[in-house]
Structures are given as structure tokens and as C-alpha cells.
């Protein structure tokens, strides 16, 4: 039992210097443990989500970061550009020869960038580069990304790839913009068939009160969907406004009726809590399907479609 007590208390004095020793070796650390690198607080490619603004224009903060663990000590300058070729680079990559899916540089006449950088002030760790969209001038039938990097910096270094640069896919968003669960059909007189479809509806805005969206049951639909896009307005009085982008899918949508239990081209919204509710819109359209040159289909959908909304 002596012999025990002593080692005890042997292991308990060599905790005690072990952790003296840890101690003396923290403060004899430098202040900067890492090389401080300059980087985009959101790298590589990202969804640059913003709500439409009825003025048409929408200003959008890019943060631009210093990383490490000590406080910076002097203002650090950064300087940005587009840089095209990352895009390039990211397209070949994600879609390879599916050329149609690739994304497109955001047209210089769609925003304004006054000062391409920042500058991080000493004692903060990000500065912010201001971006103002044109929204109005915005083709929103594309897929748009704006390519930035950094290239200089006054001091430090710049961070290596992918946090040196940005690839913002620009989507906008209204009230009633995204993803919605659909309960479709889809009938063709031709050969009075009727398909059930299980695709889900993207709405995809294009101002404060329109969405689009592509027509339902289009086959080999990565190539041809946008000729099929086809615009949904949600008017005042809870009626829909369909109509087709492309007039050579010679598109009819039916007159709109809002009675309870016969919806047609029409939007329900139903309050589940104080924080959540449902949009429901009830379609019925019909369009001429040419995915197939030598025969052409009349197609038309009926039904729903659903989403959740979180309130604000």
C-alpha cells in the first residue's frame, strides 16, 4: 500500500510539470502559427441567392477573408478580376462535352463592380466588395456566373485553389421561386394515353411576380429545354397567367377559375403555422412536344404542384 501511495504521488508531480512544461512552451509560440493567406469567404462555385427587387437593381456583398491566428497588423490590400478561364476550366470538368448545360459569363452591362478589391483594415479579418446587379438587363432564361479572383495582395500571400477564387451562379428568388413536388398528368390525344409525371418543377423567377418553368414531360430534355420554358404569373386575385417563351410550341393555357374544389390555372396558399405555409398551384396547359422533329406531340398536363414556404 506504501509503494502505491508513492507512485501516485510520483505520477501526480509529473502531471504537474508536464503541464508547466505545455505552458511555458504556448507562451514561447510566435504569434502567427500559419502563413496568412488572402481568400474568398465563399470559394469555388457558389449559389449566389438573391431575392428580385421590383427597382431592378440589387447590391450583393462579396466578403473577401484573411486567414491565421494572429490579428492582422497593418491594412492588407486586395485586388480582384474576372477570371473567365476558371469557368472554362469548371464547365469541361462538371459537364464535359453536354456543351448546352454549360454555364455563361455574366454580361458586363448586367452589374458594377466601382472598386475590383477590398481592403482588409487592421485588426478585422475580412473586408467587403461591393457588386450591384441590373437585374432587368439579366437574361433569366440562362444560367449566369460571374468568374472572380484574386491576383494581388499588398502583403501576405494569396491562398491556393480553390479559395482564391468565386464562381457566383446568380439566382434570384421571389415569393413563391423553387422547388415544388408535383402530382401531374400528362395526356396526349393522339393516342389517348395518359402518363403520370414524376419530376418535380422547378420555378426559376423572373421578376417580383413571374417564374418560369419548363414545360412537364420533355424528352431528351437537356437539350432542347429552352425552348419550352414557359412563364407563370401570379396575379393579385390568386389567378395564374401561363404563357410560353417559344411561340412554335403553339402553347394554350385554359381560362382560370378560382372556386374552391375546381381550381384551374390558379394559386392556393394555406397558412400551416405562424412560420409555415403551403403554395399550390393548380395547372392545366397544353403544348405541342417537337422534341422529336419527325413527330410531334400534343401534350397535355393537369394537376399540381406543391411547396413549403418558410416565412420570414
Known amino acids: 500500500m506504501k509503494t502505491n501511495r508513492i507512485m501516485n ?3 501526480f508531480y509529473s502531471c504537474l510539470l508536464t503541464a508547466a512544461s505545455l505552458m511555458v512552451a504556448c507562451e514561447d509560440l510566435p504569434d ?4 496568412k493567406y488572402a481568400n474568398f469567404t465563399r470559394s469555388d462555385y457558389q449559389e449566389w441567392v438573391m431575392e428580385y427587387d421590383p427597382s431592378g437593381e440589387v447590391t450583393s ?5 484573411i486567414s491565421g491566428t494572429s490579428v492582422l497588423s497593418k491594412d492588407l490590400k486586395v485586388e480582384v478580376e474576372l477570371n473567365t478561364a476558371k469557368l472554362d476550366s469548371f464547365n469541361f470538368e462538371k459537364f464535359r462535352n453536354e456543351t448546352a448545360l454549360y454555364y455563361e459569363v455574366l454580361p458586363e452591362d448586367c452589374y458594377e463592380i466601382a472598386d475590383y478589391g477590398t ?10 466588395m461591393p457588386v450591384k446587379f441590373h ?3 439579366i437574361n433569366k432564361y440562362k444560367n449566369y456566373v460571374l468568374p472572380l479572383s484574386i491576383f494581388r495582395v499588398s502583403a501576405n500571400s494569396i491562398a491556393l485553389s480553390p479559395y482564391y477564387f468565386t464562381l457566383m451562379n446568380i439566382v434570384l428568388k421571389n415569393n413563391f421561386s423553387g422547388l415544388y413536388s408535383s402530382s401531374l398528368k400528362c395526356y396526349s390525344p393522339d393516342d389517348k394515353s395518359t402518363i403520370e409525371v414524376k419530376e418535380n418543377q422547378i420555378l426559376r423567377t423572373v421578376d417580383d411576380k413571374t417564374c418560369y418553368f419548363y414545360a412537364a414531360f420533355i424528352e431528351r430534355a437537356n437539350q432542347i429545354k429552352k425552348d419550352y420554358a414557359i412563364n407563370v404569373k401570379l396575379n393579385d386575385d390568386m389567378t395564374l397567367t401561363l404563357t410560353a417563351v417559344n411561340p412554335d410550341i403553339d402553347f394554350k393555357a385554359s381560362p382560370s377559375d378560382t372556386t374552391p374544389d375546381k381550381e384551374v390555372n390558379a394559386a392556393v396558399i394555406t397558412q400551416l403555422t405562424d412560420k409555415k405555409s403551403t403554395i399550390k398551384l ?3 396547359y397544353s403544348y405541342l412536344d417537337k422534341s422529336d422533329p419527325g ?4 401534350r397535355e398536363i393537369s394537376g399540381n404542384i ?7
Open 9 to 11: 504521488k510520483i505520477k
Open 61 to 65: 456583398d462579396v466578403s473577401i477573408s
Open 282 to 284: 393548380f395547372l392545366n
Open 119 to 128: 481592403t482588409i483594415k487592421a485588426g478585422d479579418e475580412f473586408g467587403l
Open 135 to 137: 437585374l432587368d438587363k
Open 32 to 35: 502567427e502559427q500559419f502563413t
Open 295 to 298: 413527330f410531334p406531340v400534343r
Open 306 to 312: 406543391i411547396r413549403e414556404v418558410v416565412l420570414k
